[in-house]
Antibody, heavy 122, light 113 residues
Framework: QVQLVESGGGVVQPGRSLRLSCVAS????????MHWVRQAPGKGLEWVAV????????YYADSVKGRFTISRDISKNTLYLQMNSLRAEDTAIYYC???????????????WGQGTLVTVSS | DIVMTQTPLSLPVTPGEPASISCRSS????????????LDWYLQKPGQSPQLLIYALSYRASGVPDRFSGGGSDTDFTLKISRVEAEDVGVYYC?????????FGPGTKVDIK
């Protein structure tokens, strides 16, 4: 069965960096676009970034553009989110999500991970 | 960016009664090439990750009870629950994926009266 397991969250000071990981299993990772979605404490969902199945296309929310980088390692079945210059407003649970259909990075989210909490605080 | 709004933001419900949530987008979500409407509904139950309920306007996801239905067109959408059950409590989000950045509505919190 499809599993997405995020890790790498924690407490970090403003201006510092953090890298999140999402290990995928139960499907052919190299065929699927992948997304990051976040949720600030007690708030709604915010789309963060997407990477196409082959890594050739990447899109970001304006709120993270220039600071966050999405990437993937096919050999490790792992999706990453490198977060630099972190701000207090980046505090959130970060989820990775997979569309239903392969090669379609604009598809609806059939699978979500359990999320990893990032807290940006001095 | 496409702005998504939802009403109401809070919805107390009585088990066995119907419920309805509205969602509106700032531009049409109808894809001109294929005729699909790129509007989905998710439910986030307390303490859980979101889960897909409805995709492409009106298609129920696998395992979703038929008491849930989605409808609407262009910029106005509705999620209906024909008879609410206690397990339906949580926050409901609409989301557009017509273009990046994908955007979510603010969420509608459904709880039992």
């Amino acid at each position: 069965q499809v599993q997405l397991v995020e890790s790498g969250g924690g407490v970090v000071q403003p201006g510092r960096s953090l890298r999140l990981s999402c290990v995928a299993s139960g499907f052919t990772f190299s065929r699927y676009g992948m997304h990051w979605v976040r949720q600030a404490p007690g708030k709604g969902l915010e789309w963060v970034a997407v990477i196409s199945y082959d890594g050739s296309n990447k899109y970001y929310a304006d709120s993270v553009k220039g600071r966050f980088t999405i990437s993937r390692d096919i050999s490790k079945n792992t999706l990453y989110l490198q977060m630099n210059s972190l701000r207090a407003e980046d505090t959130a649970i970060y989820y990775c999500a997979r569309p239903r259909d392969y090669y379609d990075h604009s598809g609806y989210y059939a699978y979500w991970g359990q999320g990893t909490l990032v807290t940006v605080s001095s | 960016d496409i702005v998504m709004t939802q009403t109401p933001l809070s919805l107390p419900v009585t088990p066995g009664e119907p419920a309805s949530i509205s969602c509106r987008s700032s531009q049409s979500l109808l894809h001109s090439d294929n005729g699909n409407t790129f509007l989905d509904w998710y439910l986030q139950k307390p303490g859980q990750s979101p889960q897909l309920l409805i995709y492409a306007l009106s298609y129920r996801a696998s395992g979703v009870p038929d008491r849930f239905s989605g409808g609407g067109s262009d910029t106005d959408f509705t999620l209906k629950i024909s008879r609410v059950e206690a397990e339906d409590v949580g926050v409901y989000y609409c989301m557009q994926r017509l273009e990046f950045p994908f955007t979510f509505g603010p969420g509608t919190k459904v709880d039992i009266k």
